[in-house]
Every structure is written in structure tokens, then in C-alpha cells.
């Protein structure tokens, strides 16, 4: 289907086919032979030729978490900072935005995408790239409000050659179907297909009509779904083909992916001897395909499937089959519900060969995973909620004061209209009755008036005061789910940890369970605080350096800490950031810097000046010297420390070797 509809998307004709729409291609070229990413690194001595290259390509592969891409990403971001103009950086921008968002870095990709939309330099067309990917991720992290408003604001003028131009209604249908009103989906999908026919634009016809026949699959109308598929087969085969391609690979892919949706409706109605063709051809067409992650789920999926129904018709070694190639395509990294559905097959295999004890054993495996899956789900959905809301709760309690005020103004006009109406009427009276009668009613009046307003104000900071308690209550209740989930996340590590018998494995494990414990403690302590926007930095960072050390004491070896923070309002969202950069840098101090002596230094000075703050780190240990075997240990805390600098939009020095003298500078989060 397409990114959206559920927790995984089976079936992503619609994701394939808007991989492509932002390098300005109208109809997508079906089994187009795709470079390696690395041929397009861009250093800093490379041509505008070469970089604008690597810019088409990465349009169509930023979105995806595959090796190298984020590595090209970087490489485009800094040539551009350093030869390009304007309009340059902020393409680049976009392209950064997209690639941290398939990295999992969903607010510091919406962050970018909303400075885009701010920027003097941004022109028309960049402004509607940058809207349309804003409003889909605000609509994958359910904010569909801000995602319809954005919706609102793009002006197709700007994207003549764009799909949804011609049929804007389809992201409405994704909407509806969201929001799980499948009839109106229904009909702006409708919509949508007839005008991408008039527009002659095939391959998204073919996407809208799968994904009606998606959206009737899910109400349960198997036919009515059945249907819709064989014709998305029927667009693909008469209409789109084959013609023009170096390769009929993708081709091939998108097939398979509308056979293996035939194929669960097939087995759904229980003809499971007609589906069964059908997945085969599926899961060959992904097999042979692409090296991508997409492709693989895909075939791994199927795979279950066709083994449950080899197992209806009791063809229980081609059952067995199916599961056991699954079982080395899928990865540990893969969705949560692969690896449940792969646990439920196998079961149902064990059950049906009446072996109860290895039944039993996939079960509590699949029990023990959805139960970690859940753990993990819930820790992402609140982080989801944060994201989403987080950039816009500002924006929407500013909306509100300046539609107060603009109502305040407006009851003062016609408050004012009001006064000079009954004025002249005094002034009328006064000439009647005299200035007595006028100065009493003036009066009358007036107090009337201050009264009113004072009662209005009254109401308004009741409202406000409101507002705000019941901001501070939500807040104190996401800290805590959150330091709650992460002590069940850091549960699990230890309980891995204990229960590997690798060294490696379980020391990068206990280093992944102290990085986990050190975002807990931030959290323990904006939730016994009163105050949730920043964190009192030194007595926290006293207590996490000593913990650290502690962890990794040697015999012998005595360490002494030098802690100055001068600065101590940190906010929250560079506390976390710090609170990991230094844990990876006193943590590489106590493994490598301290090796063979009795005594040793860690110094850590925050001083702030202007809005600058300057993070000081030193150790007299042995000094930073290049890591000759280059170990994975090491290669992960420094990738660990790099990625964190960059969130927080910081700098590194190196000031000296030996002893060892970093410096990270990053503006004031406040």
C-alpha cells in the first residue's frame, strides 16, 4: 500500500512510485539501473557539475536508511555551504531534512523543514517541496490537523509536472484512511483515479486504484478489493509495460507486489491452491530485484504467507521451506512484525505437524517479542506525540493570544462605537435636560464599561492560568513515560547482556544500556523538577561522570575529577546531547587514556559567553592517538559523539594530543 496505512507497509506501490516525484519527473522510468551511492561523494574540491549530480540522485535517495547515503547527504550540505549560493543551501537543507528523517531523527528533520519555509532565500518551487514533505511527516506521526493546514497552503502552480497536482485529492484519501474513515477514502480515491486518466498519468492511476482496492481489503469487501487489483494489473500490463527499460527488474517488482495482493485475498476466501502461484511469483520478483531492505521485507513477508498456505493443503515440507528461508532473509534491525508474524508461522507449522513442545517454544518466543515490541512501541509513540506537537504547541498558544487580542481589539471598537453612540445621545440630553442629567449619565456608563472589562479580563486570565496547569501536567506525564520506558529499554539490555557469552557483544551491549541510563536520569530529573524546560547541569553532570568512571574503575587507578559548570540553565534539548557526549568521552578516557598508571585527571568545563556555550573536556592520560585496529567499539563512540554535535549544531576542536584538550562550541538552546 503506501507509508501510512498501519505499522507496516506491506504493499508499497505508492511509496516506489514517490520516490521519484521530487527530482521534477512527471512518469517514472520502470527498471532504471541505479549507481552505487558512493560514486557520488562529493568533496570539497568537486565541479557544480558533480554536485548537482549527486542533488538529482539523492532526491530519490535521501529517503532511505541505507549505508552511505548519509555519508553523500553531508558531503552535498558542506560543498554547498562553502561554493554554493543561496538557493543551493537551501536545497541541500531539504535533502538533509529527508535523510535525518529516514535516520529516525524526526525533529531535527521537521526543524530544518520549518527554517526552510522561513528563509528569505527559500523561492516558489523549494516552498512547495519543502510543504509537501512537512505535511507528509506531520501526517506519519498522526498531527493531522497541521498536516490537512499544510495541505491547505501549497499553491500547485509552483510544481506544474508534480503528480498530486492533477489529483490533489489523493492525499485526502491517504487522510481519510488515516483517520480510519474508509468511505470518504473511498471516494477521494475515485476521484483521484479518474482525474490521473484524464490527466493520461498511468503509474499513478495504478497507485490510486491499488490503494482503493487496499482501503475495501481493509473494511473486509474481499471482492470489491479483488477486484481493484486486477486492474492495477491490468494499467500495468497494458498501459505502462515494459517499453524503454535498461531493466525489467523493477517492473518485475512492482508485479509481484499486486500478485501478492491478489494472493492474500485469494487465501482469505480460502483458495489457497490459486494464491499460491501467485506469491511465488511475488517473492522471485523481490528476491531477484534490489539489494534494499524494501525488497527483502517484502519476499520475507510473502514468505510467511505461502507457508501457511502450503499448510492449508497440507503440504507441510514446502511450508517448512517457505519459513526457513524467511528465517535467513529477515534481520534483527527488521520491523517488530516481521519477526511476530515469522514467530506465529512457525508455530502454526509445529501445531500442525502435532509437535507441541517446539509450538510452545515459538510461542513464548513470540510472546517474549511482542511483549519487548510493545515496550519499544510505546516509547516511539510518545516520542512521536513530542515530535509532532512540540514544534507547533508554541504556534498554536501564540495563534491563540494573538486571536484574544484580536478579539480584545474588536470588543474595544465596538465598545468605542458604543460610547460615542450614547455620547451624542448625552450631548443631545444636555442640551434638553441640562449638564447635570449628561455628567450622571456619562458616569453611569463608564463604570459600566470598566466593569465589564475587568469581568472579561477576569475570565481570560482564569482561561490562560488553565491552560498552562494543564501544559505542566501533560509535560510532568510525558517525563515520566518516557524515563519509565527507557528503564524498561535499559531492563533488556542488562538482561542481554547477562545472557551473551561474547565479550564484544556484551560490552557493546553494557555501553548501549549506560547510554540509555543516562537519558533516564535527565528524565528522572524533569519529572521530580518544577521546571521542564531546562535541567540544573552540574550536580546531574557531577553525579553521571562519577557513575561513569565508576563503571570502568581499574585497579589501582585512582581519578580524580576537576568539574566548573558555570553556566547552569541547560535546556532540554541540548541536556540529553551534552549528557551522551561526555558519558562517550570520560567513557573512552577510562578505557583507553588511563592504561598502565596509578593515578589520573578528567576535567570538564560549561562556560557561556554571548550566546555561545563552550563545552572544555581533558584527561592527562596517554593522549588521542589514530586507533591502528580501528574497532568497532571505537568506531561507534565516535560516530555516537559526531552524530550528537551535529544535533545540536555544535563544533569540535581539538586543542592538544597529549594531554587530550576538546573543545565543542554550539549556541545557547534558550
Keep these: 500500500m503506501f507509508e501510512v496505512m498501519g505499522s507496516y507497509p506491506k504493499r508499497t506501490l505508492f511509496l516506489l512510485l514517490q520516490t521519484l516525484v521530487f527530482a521534477g519527473i512527471s512518469d517514472v522510468s520502470i527498471g532504471q539501473t541505479t549507481p552505487k551511492i558512493e560514486d557520488f561523494y562529493v568533496d570539497s574540491n568537486a565541479t557544480r557539475s558533480a554536485f548537482e549530480k549527486a542533488v538529482r540522485h539523492l532526491e530519490q535517495e535521501a529517503i532511505h536508511a541505507e ?330 498558544e501564540k495563534l491563540l493570544q494573538e486571536q484574544k487580542i484580536r478579539e480584545l481589539e474588536m470588543a474595544s471598537d465596538t465598545q468605542r462605537d458604543t460610547n460615542l453612540f450614547f455620547i451624542m445621545v448625552i450631548v443631545l440630553s444636555l442640551i434638553i435636560t441640562g449638564g447635570t442629567v449628561y455628567r450622571f449619565r456619562r458616569k453611569s456608563l463608564q463604570q459600566v464599561a470598566i466593569e465589564k472589562q475587568n469581568q472579561e479580563i477576569a475570565v481570560q486570565k482564569e482561561t490562560i492560568e488553565s491552560s498552562l496547569k494543564e501544559k505542566e501536567v501533560l509535560l510532568r506525564e510525558v517525563n515520566h513515560r518516557v524515563k519509565n520506558n527507557l528503564q524498561i529499554v535499559s531492563s533488556l539490555l542488562f538482561l542481554q547482556s547477562r545472557n551473551t557469552e561474547n565479550a564484544e557483544a556484551r560490552e557493546m551491549i553494557n555501553e548501549a544500556h549506560q547510554r540509555i541510563q543516562t537519558i533516564s536520569v535527565i528524565h528522572q530529573k524533569l519529572y521530580q523538577e518544577s521546571q521542564y524546560d531546562s535541567v540544573e547541569f552540574d550536580t546531574y553532570l557531577s553525579d553521571l561522570i562519577r557513575q561513569t568512571i565508576s563503571s570502568y574503575r581499574l585497579p589501582g ?48 568545563q560549561l562556560r557561556k559567553e554571548g550566546n555561545t556555550l563552550s563545552l572544555r573536556y581533558e584527561d592527562d592520560g596517554s593522549g588521542l592517538v589514530p586507533d591502528p585496529e580501528n574497532t568497532n567499539s571505537s568506531h561507534i563512540g565516535m560516530k555516537v559523539i559526531e552524530l550528537l554535535i551535529q544535533q545540536i549544531g555544535g563544533v569540535i576542536h581539538l586543542l592538544e594530543r597529549k594531554p587530550l584538550i576538546i573543545r565543542i562550541d554550539f549556541e545557547d538552546g534558550d
Excluded at 216 to 224: A, N, P, R, V
Excluded at 336 to 346: A, F, G, H, S, V
Excluded at 567 to 587: N, R
Aim: hydrophobic share 40%; aromatic share 10%.
Design 67 to 396: 549505508p552511505g547515503i548519509p555519508e553523500v547527504v553531508e558531503s552535498v550540505w558542506h560543498w554547498s555551504q562553502i561554493h554554493g549560493d543561496s538557493v543551493d543551501i537551501i536545497h541541500s537543507k531539504i535533502i538533509r531534512a529527508r535523510s535525518l528523517h529516514a535516520l529516525g531523527l524526526k525533529s531535527q528533520a521537521i526543524k530544518i523543514l520549518k527554517q526552510v519555509r522561513k528563509s528569505p532565500h527559500t523561492d516558489d518551487s523549494l516552498m512547495f517541496s519543502a510543504t509537501i514533505i512537512l505535511r507528509d511527516y506531520y501526517l506519519n506521526l498522526d498531527a493531522i490537523d497541521k498536516a490537512f493546514e499544510l495541505h491547505q497552503e501549497i499553491n500547485w502552480d509552483y510544481a506544474p509536472d508534480f503528480y498530486q497536482r492533477y489529483a490533489p485529492d489523493g492525499f485526502m484519501g491517504n487522510l481519510y484512511f488515516k483517520i480510519g474513515d474508509y468511505e470518504r477514502a473511498l471516494e477521494s480515491y475515485k476521484t483521484s483515479i479518474r482525474q490521473m486518466r484524464e490527466a493520461s498519468k498511468p503509474y499513478w492511476e495504478l497507485s490510486y486504484t491499488n490503494s482503493r482496492g487496499f482501503t475495501f481489503e481493509k473494511m473486509g469487501l474481499l471482492d470489491s478489493a479483488l477486484s481493484h487489483y486486477l486492474r492495477a494489473e491490468y494499467i500495468l500490463e497494458n498501459q505502462i509495460g515494459k517499453n524503454g527499460s535498461n531493466s525489467i527488474k523493477q517492473y518485475l517488482y512492482l508485479k509481484g507486489l499486486i500478485l501478492g495482493n491478489r494472493a492474500q485475498i485469494l487465501a482469505k476466501q480460502g483458495l489457497h491452491q490459486e494464491a499460491i502461484p501467485l506469491y511465488r511469483q511475488d517473492i522471485e520478483a523481490s528476491l531477484q530485484g534490489s539489494s534494499k531492505a524494501e525488497y527483502r521485507q517484502n519476499a520475507t513477508t510473502s514468505l510467511t504467507k505461502l507457508a501457511s498456505s502450503y499448510l492449508a493443503i497440507s503440504e507441510k515440507d514446502l511450508a517448512w521451506s517457505c519459513l526457513e528461508r524467511a528465517s535467513e532473509l529477515i534481520r534483527k534491525d527488521d520491523n517488530p512484525e516481521l519477526w511476530i508474524n515469522l514467530y506465529q508461522r512457525r508455530s502454526e507449522y509445529f501445531d500442525h505437524i502435532n509437535d507441541p513442545s517446539s509450538a510452545l517454544r515459538e510461542l513464548q518466543k513470540l510472546v517474549l517479542f511482542k511483549d519487548s515490541a510493545q515496550n519499544h512501541q510505546k516509547v516511539v509513540t510518545t516520542q512521536n506525540i513530542m515530535i509532532a506537537y512540540e514544534s507547533i504547541i508554541t504556534e498554536r
Design 557 to 604: 587507578l585512582e581519578v580524580e575529577t576537576n568539574i566548573d559548570i558555570q553556566y547552569l540553565g541547560v535546556s532540554m534539548d541540548q541536556a540529553i546531547p551534552l549528557s551522551l557526549i561526555i558519558h562517550e568521552l570520560v567513557t573512552n578516557s577510562m578505557k583507553h587514556a588511563f592504561t598502565g598508571l596509578t593515578e589520573g585527571m578528567i576535567a570538564v
